[in-house]
């Protein structure tokens, strides 16, 4: 399984734009990254999934270069609300099974 | 619409006491199942996962069991509980790779 390695935090303003990087260099031919969000003691929640160049809907954009080693999510003009944490994980196409990095916890500041 | 329901939300258990944790889909069919932990302040880690009735996968060797009788229907278990299995308990579908859909949770606590 492609493992993710993300940063463990961040911190950012209200109104910036937030880019959050992942590694997973042993990303597999078939494989998707997908990206959640996860507030305290709820289920995360789907943001956005790619498998190449770029994807973008309502909430974000996801950026994956041609050698899909990494990926960043791309949260514009982030609010408080936006305060979560962040987790990059990559589809087992073969096992249809996901594996959840550490995620990365975004501080959004006024 | 789908919807996933776990219960109980919250559950203090002494430590060698069983347990049973119950999560059911409605509104697909077939779909994948998960069942994830996570304890305070890290990532989720997938314990048990169910492409079919009576077919589960374990990532994590443990005290911890699941099983799946029915095609909506998923159990976590345990004989004896232990202090470190103490955490956030989330059931999750999916149909084949799709994104994953997550349950409200259950946050245990072992005394």
């Known amino acids: 399984l492609a493992k993710t390695t993300q940063p463990i935090s961040m911190d950012s303003y209200e109104g910036q734009e937030v880019n959050i990087t992942c590694s997973h260099n042993?990303?597999?031919?078939?494989?998707?990254i997908t990206w959640y969000q996860q507030f305290p003691s709820q289920g995360p929640r789907f943001i956005i999934q790619?498998?190449?160049t770029k994807v973008t809907n309502e909430v974000a954009s996801l950026f994956i270069p041609a050698d899909r080693k990494s990926s960043t999510l791309s949260l514009p003009r982030v609010s408080l609300s936006d305060t979560a944490v962040y987790y990059c994980?990559?589809?087992?196409?073969?096992?249809?099974?996901?594996?959840f990095g550490g995620g990365t916890r975004l501080m959004v500041k006024p | 619409s789908q919807t996933i329901h776990q219960w109980p939300a919250t559950l203090v258990q002494p430590v060698g006491s069983p347990l049973s944790l119950e999560c059911t889909v409605e509104g697909t069919s077939n779909p994948n199942l998960y069942w994830y932990r996570q304890a305070a302040g890290r990532g989720l880690q997938l314990l048990f996962y169910s492409v079919g009735i009576g077919q589960i996968s374990s990532e994590v060797p443990q005290n911890l069991s699941a099983s799946r009788p029915q095609d909506r229907q998923f159990i976590l278990s345990s004989k004896k509980l232990l202090l470190s299995d103490s955490g956030f308990y989330l059931c999750?579908?999916?149909?084949?790779?799709?994104?994953?859909?997550f349950g409200p949770g259950t946050r245990l606590t072992v005394t």
């Open positions: 790619g498998y190449k």
């Open positions: 042993n990303i597999a031919t078939n494989d998707y």
């Open positions: 999750a579908w999916s149909v084949h790779n799709d994104e994953q859909y």
């Open positions: 994980l990559v589809t087992d196409n073969a096992g249809n099974m996901l594996t």
